[in-house]
């Protein structure tokens, strides 16, 4: 897989900059067959930091609704990880402008 797949997005919220400025950890959305290596391998050629530590999560789609309450598909499955950087680095990750 190539390091550009990996990594989708990164997560900008209100807890993942609460760790970000306190913890030095970033979140970022993966592909759901990543490994704890590839994502790591990724971070790093991508930003030019040195990575501890990767807690990944998975996480299921959920039903969509549409009118009546009648399911109407489903989302797709995701995959979130929580990158530590060494202490003295970081990355700039600049949040999207409302549309």
């Given at each position: 897989?190539?390091?550009?797949?990996?990594?989708?997005s990164?997560v900008v919220?209100e807890?993942?900059t609460?760790l970000?400025?306190?913890q030095?950890?970033?979140?970022?959305?993966?592909?759901?067959?990543?490994?704890?290596?590839?994502?790591?391998?990724?971070?790093?050629?991508?930003?030019k930091?040195?990575?501890?530590?990767?807690?990944?999560s998975?996480?299921?789609g959920?039903?969509?609704r549409?009118?009546q309450?009648?399911?109407?598909?489903?989302?797709a499955?995701?995959?979130?990880?929580?990158?530590?950087?060494k202490?003295g680095?970081?990355?700039?990750?600049e949040?999207?402008?409302?549309?």
């Amino acid at each position: 897989m190539n390091i550009l797949e990996v990594i989708q997005s990164p997560v900008v919220t209100e807890r993942s900059t609460i760790l970000k400025e306190k913890q030095n950890k970033y979140v970022f959305r993966v592909q759901p067959s990543s490994t704890k290596p590839q994502i790591k391998e990724a971070v790093e050629k991508l930003f030019k930091v040195d990575v501890e530590k990767v807690h990944t999560s998975n996480y299921d789609g959920k039903m969509r609704r549409l009118s009546q309450g009648r399911p109407q598909g489903r989302r797709a499955d995701w995959k979130k990880a929580i990158v530590t950087v060494k202490k003295g680095q970081e990355i700039k990750i600049e949040p999207e402008a409302p549309k």
